[in-house]
């Protein structure tokens, strides 16, 4: 395998491995947040309870994260010199506004908070797990601009084969930026919420902890439907600027071949793809471009039509990424979103009811959701990332030459297997301790609760 090939691997997996913390972490400090500002404003200990139990599972994810997180930037050095040469007066800004703003908000505040218990005031200890969320968000929206640029390049010269930035506001304002900033936090509240909604119910079906988990299951079923409601929405507008930023993308996601007007949406396709045709179909009239234009007509341009077009522009290559990924990503992605929509409505529904938990149909299986919002998220990364290949920085640089030339296969084959196996030794630990101390439950609470049946029924 080239260079080219071994880095790329290497980045997706410490990129995958270090996304499977980030939505959790975007989405759990808010709920705790709010757990914690219930007990400041109703004075019941319960919820103090939930919100250390909460937090120290937050933590747990948030130190993970951070380990993940820092080799990432490491690599743009070091196997992606070419890359960091091009675009890094650019790219540099927001990285490192990130860390020394949003980043050393929520490390500075997240001390605070868990050493401040009974040293604060409810009302500021409270504002510091706040501030942990807003820094923890802030950070993602100066590292999504920095990779919208990616996307989307604005605000840019070329000088002397480098991007050199002439407008930083223009980066900040990046139309892909927000339509990807929102979707990539509401995507990490609905992790957050079926991440609690799936402890919860484990407890809830074993009656322990009755009286937290009902409320933290009720909490999240609100929190959860609302996010997951709101992730659809923006993702439709994140597929509408797709359409107009990278048509190429979409063409993909959808398997669509030639152009059409009104153009159909893939329920199914199996498709050639060397030879860029269709095995077998199964499309719905006039769908996608609805999703495109919200309106029944309208031209979506397709793979081959694209392909003529860029070959005219950017001259003779292969502009297409690779359209099997890319399409069944975005399959996973939007079926695993619509099925956690139907479990977080159904939640909802019963929270409303008021049904008893003894009553409460698959209420059992709503562990296993919690790996809902995992699929949905990596699978989500992937189609952004994959479909824009063959570019790294789109129109502007090819993947190919972004690598560091210097670089030889066997010294990236040894640190790609290494850290394949160190950040799974990582995941195994992050797993085992959310797992030990989600099921141990709140131990120690301040105010003992008496289970009854009264609660459960």
Not at 89 to 110: M, N, V, W
Not at 348 to 375: D, S
Not at 400 to 429: I, K, N, Q, R
Request: glycine share 8%.
């Amino acid at each position: 395998m080239s260079v080219l090939t071994l880095s790329q691997w290497q980045f997706a997996v410490t990129c995958i491995y270090h996304f499977f913390f980030v939505p959790l972490t975007l989405g759990l400090s808010v709920l705790v947040a709010i757990m914690e500002t219930l007990y400041v404003r109703s004075g019941q200990v319960i919820y103090k309870d939930m919100a250390k139990f909460w937090g120290k599972l937050f933590l747990i994810n948030f130190a993970m994260g951070v380990v993940t997180g820092i080799v990432m930037e490491f690599q743009f050095g070091m196997n992606w010199s070419e890359y960091s040469r091009f675009v890094g007066d650019i790219f540099g800004a927001p990285l490192a506004i990130e860390a020394l703003l949003a980043f050393f908000l929520e490390s500075t505040f997240l001390g605070i908070w868990v050493f401040g218990w009974d040293k604060l005031s409810k009302g500021l200890h409270a504002a510091a797990i706040w501030l942990v969320a807003i820094g923890s968000n802030v950070s993602a929206l100066w590292i999504l601009a920095a990779n919208s640029f990616m996307q989307e390049p604005v605000g840019y010269t070329i000088e002397n084969g480098r991007a050199l930035m002439t407008d930083f506001w223009a980066l900040l304002a990046n139309p892909h930026l927000w339509v990807q900033f929102p979707h990539t936090v509401l995507s990490g509240f609905a992790t957050g919420a079926f991440f609690v909604l799936g402890i919860s119910a484990w407890h809830l079906a074993r009656k322990s902890h009755v009286d937290v988990f009902r409320r933290s299951f009720r909490i999240a079923a609100v929190f959860g439907s609302l996010a997951i409601f709101l992730v659809i929405l923006a993702g439709h507008s994140q597929a509408q600027q797709m359409v107009r930023a990278q048509p190429m993308k979409m063409a993909s996601a959808e398997a669509l071949w030639q152009s059409e007007d009104p153009a159909s949406f893939s329920l199914i396709t199996i498709g050639n793809e060397p030879e860029r045709r269709d095995v077998f179909a199964i499309r719905l009239p006039r769908l996608l471009s609805l999703l495109a234009y919200n309106r029944l007509d309208g031209e979506v341009k397709g793979i081959n039509d694209l392909q003529a077009e860029y070959e005219q522009k950017y001259g003779p290559g292969n502009y297409a990424p690779p359209i099997a990924v890319t399409y069944w990503a975005f399959r996973f992605m939007v079926g695993a979103g619509f099925l956690m929509l139907a479990l977080a409505l159904y939640s909802l529904y019963h929270v409303m009811r008021n049904t008893p938990w003894a009553k409460f149909r698959f209420l059992g299986l709503l562990p296993l959701a919690m790996a809902l919002p995992y699929i949905a998220n990596t699978t989500g990364w992937m189609m952004t990332e994959l479909g824009r290949q063959p570019w790294v920085v789109f129109g502007l640089m090819k993947t190919e030459d972004a690598f560091s030339p210097s670089l030889t296969p066997g010294v990236v084959l040894v640190s790609l297997v290494l850290f394949t196996l160190v950040y799974g030794v990582l995941m195994v630990a992050d797993v085992y301790l959310l797992t030990r101390f989600a099921k141990a439950g709140p131990l120690g609470l301040e105010k003992p609760v008496a289970i009854t049946e009264a609660y459960w029924e």
